[in-house]
Nanobody
Framework: QVQLVESGGGLVQAGGSLRLSCENS????????MGWFRQAPGKEREFVSGIEGDSSTTYYGDSVKGRFTISRDNAKNTVYLQMNSLKPEDTAVYYC?????????WGQGTQVIVSS
Protein backbone atom coordinates (compact mmCIF):
# COMPACT_ATOMS: atom_id res chain seq x y z
CA GLN A 1 0.00 0.00 0.00
CA VAL A 2 1.23 3.46 -0.89
CA GLN A 3 0.61 6.43 1.36
CA LEU A 4 1.82 9.88 0.39
CA VAL A 5 2.25 12.63 2.96
CA GLU A 6 3.11 16.17 1.88
CA SER A 7 4.69 18.84 4.05
CA GLY A 8 6.39 22.20 3.71
CA GLY A 9 3.53 24.40 2.62
CA GLY A 10 2.85 27.76 4.17
CA LEU A 11 2.62 31.49 3.67
CA VAL A 12 5.41 33.30 1.85
CA GLN A 13 5.86 36.70 0.25
CA ALA A 14 6.18 37.06 -3.50
CA GLY A 15 9.75 36.43 -4.57
CA GLY A 16 10.34 34.04 -1.71
CA SER A 17 11.00 30.30 -1.65
CA LEU A 18 9.51 27.16 -0.18
CA ARG A 19 10.46 23.51 -0.34
CA LEU A 20 7.74 20.91 -0.38
CA SER A 21 8.38 17.34 0.65
CA CYS A 22 6.40 14.20 -0.02
CA GLU A 23 7.16 11.01 1.83
CA ASN A 24 6.04 7.73 0.35
CA SER A 25 5.48 4.91 2.79
CA UNK A 26 5.31 2.24 0.10
CA UNK A 27 8.05 -0.26 -0.63
CA UNK A 28 8.00 0.41 -4.37
CA UNK A 29 9.05 4.06 -4.15
CA UNK A 30 12.12 3.82 -6.36
CA UNK A 31 10.19 2.18 -9.19
CA UNK A 32 7.44 4.80 -9.25
CA UNK A 33 7.35 8.05 -11.11
CA MET A 34 6.51 10.90 -8.74
CA GLY A 35 4.86 14.17 -9.48
CA TRP A 36 3.46 17.38 -8.12
CA PHE A 37 0.16 18.92 -9.09
CA ARG A 38 -1.64 21.97 -7.79
CA GLN A 39 -5.16 23.28 -7.65
CA ALA A 40 -6.11 26.87 -7.05
CA PRO A 41 -9.61 27.88 -5.91
CA GLY A 42 -12.05 27.70 -8.80
CA LYS A 43 -9.50 26.18 -11.15
CA GLU A 44 -8.74 22.71 -12.44
CA ARG A 45 -5.87 20.65 -11.12
CA GLU A 46 -2.66 21.58 -12.94
CA PHE A 47 0.48 19.54 -13.55
CA VAL A 48 3.50 21.18 -11.92
CA SER A 49 6.40 18.75 -12.18
CA GLY A 50 7.33 15.08 -12.46
CA ILE A 51 10.36 12.86 -12.05
CA GLU A 52 11.15 9.32 -13.11
CA GLY A 53 12.02 6.63 -10.56
CA ASP A 54 15.74 6.82 -11.27
CA SER A 55 15.70 10.65 -11.54
CA SER A 56 16.84 10.31 -15.16
CA THR A 57 14.14 12.63 -16.48
CA THR A 58 12.24 15.54 -15.01
CA TYR A 59 9.22 17.39 -16.34
CA TYR A 60 7.84 20.84 -15.66
CA GLY A 61 4.72 22.75 -16.45
CA ASP A 62 5.29 25.88 -18.49
CA SER A 63 4.24 28.18 -15.67
CA VAL A 64 6.98 26.94 -13.32
CA LYS A 65 9.91 26.24 -15.65
CA GLY A 66 13.07 27.91 -14.45
CA ARG A 67 11.63 28.58 -10.99
CA PHE A 68 10.80 25.15 -9.55
CA THR A 69 13.06 22.12 -9.23
CA ILE A 70 11.96 18.59 -8.51
CA SER A 71 14.24 15.99 -6.96
CA ARG A 72 13.99 12.74 -5.07
CA ASP A 73 15.90 10.75 -2.52
CA ASN A 74 15.02 7.09 -2.90
CA ALA A 75 16.89 6.18 0.28
CA LYS A 76 14.46 8.42 2.17
CA ASN A 77 11.41 7.58 0.05
CA THR A 78 10.94 11.29 -0.43
CA VAL A 79 10.40 13.63 -3.35
CA TYR A 80 10.99 17.36 -3.09
CA LEU A 81 9.80 20.43 -4.89
CA GLN A 82 12.02 23.47 -4.49
CA MET A 83 10.00 26.55 -5.37
CA ASN A 84 11.84 29.81 -5.96
CA SER A 85 10.73 33.25 -7.15
CA LEU A 86 7.22 32.51 -6.00
CA LYS A 87 4.37 34.53 -7.43
CA PRO A 88 0.85 35.14 -6.09
CA GLU A 89 -0.45 32.98 -8.93
CA ASP A 90 1.42 30.02 -7.43
CA THR A 91 -1.07 30.06 -4.58
CA ALA A 92 -2.78 26.67 -4.50
CA VAL A 93 -3.05 23.35 -2.75
CA TYR A 94 -0.12 21.25 -3.89
CA TYR A 95 -0.58 17.51 -4.25
CA CYS A 96 1.99 14.77 -4.48
CA UNK A 97 1.26 11.84 -6.81
CA UNK A 98 2.90 8.51 -7.56
CA UNK A 99 2.47 5.57 -9.85
CA UNK A 100 3.99 3.05 -12.24
CA UNK A 101 3.66 5.01 -15.45
CA UNK A 102 0.57 6.98 -14.58
CA UNK A 103 -0.30 8.62 -11.29
CA UNK A 104 -2.66 6.45 -9.27
CA UNK A 105 -1.78 7.42 -5.71
CA TRP A 106 -2.37 10.88 -4.30
CA GLY A 107 -1.56 12.72 -1.13
CA GLN A 108 -3.92 14.95 0.83
CA GLY A 109 -2.24 18.16 -0.26
CA THR A 110 -0.41 21.04 1.36
CA GLN A 111 -1.46 24.66 1.09
CA VAL A 112 0.86 27.26 -0.39
CA ILE A 113 -0.10 30.93 -0.16
CA VAL A 114 2.00 33.59 -1.83
CA SER A 115 1.21 37.13 -0.76
CA SER A 116 1.86 40.12 -2.98
Amino acid sequence: QVQLVESGGGLVQAGGSLRLSCENSGRTFSSYAMGWFRQAPGKEREFVSGIEGDSSTTYYGDSVKGRFTISRDNAKNTVYLQMNSLKPEDTAVYYCAAGPGQYVYWGQGTQVIVSS
